[in-house]
């Protein structure tokens, strides 16, 4: 039986260059980085599981209380690659998986559902795209199981993406949430 489309939000980074939990860090309006992430796509899809590191009770506690799946990667440490595997293999029925980062919340749902959608309408790959700037969330159709939950290191899935790059569908809209990630408090600015 298969498991659909499943987001997988990428949690298990070590913020260091944040300084501080940044997963954790309130938004202006109050709500965590990583929850405000998790609602954006949870509003888009069904199911979501979320990859984190060991040792953080208190993000597991917030991220299921809104709705994810908890998938603990003993390995985060090995970088962004190895997160994602753990992911993958936590929904191996899965038809696809759309990959968002924890630190992107300002992502809005509508332009998840459009990844969703292209996924649903046969694509192999697909991306958000504002501006010519590729962005997050990416959508990997079910074939790409098995490259998937190999990944290792930290460059996540930059080398697939580079390998099939012709089946990208890239989805032109009007959200810069897609290009806007937090490294650090100056990033939770206003733009």
């Not at 939000?9 to 260091?16: D, E, Q, R, V």
């Not at 899809?45 to 590191?53: F, G, M």
């Not at 998938?71 to 899965?94: H, T, Y």
Request: charged share 25%; hydrophobic share 50%.
């Amino acid at each position: 039986m298969s498991a659909g489309l499943v987001g997988i939000l990428l949690a298990a980074g070590a913020s260091t260059r944040f300084r501080a939990d940044k997963l954790l860090h309130p938004l202006p309006a109050g709500l965590p980085i990583a929850v405000a992430s998790l609602r954006n796509l949870r509003a888009a899809l069904p199911r979501v599981i979320a990859v984190v590191r060991p040792g953080t009770a208190r993000l597991e506690q917030l991220l299921r209380a809104d709705g994810a799946e908890i998938a603990v990667c003993e390995r985060a440490a090995d970088g962004m690659g190895a997160s994602l595997g753990q992911g993958i293999r936590a929904a191996p029925d899965a038809d696809a998986w759309i990959i968002a980062l924890a630190d992107m919340p300002f992502i809005r749902p509508q332009t998840i559902r459009l990844v969703a959608e292209r996924l649903a309408a046969g694509a192999a790959l697909a991306a958000p795209r504002w501006r010519g700037e590729r962005g997050h969330p990416v959508g990997f159709a079910a074939r790409f199981r098995g490259e998937l939950a190999a990944l290792e290191g930290d460059e996540g899935a930059r080398a697939l993406l580079r390998a099939h790059g012709a089946a990208l569908e890239l989805i032109d809209c009007d959200d810069p949430g897609v290009v806007r990630d937090v490294d650090t408090l100056a990033d939770l600015g206003d733009r």
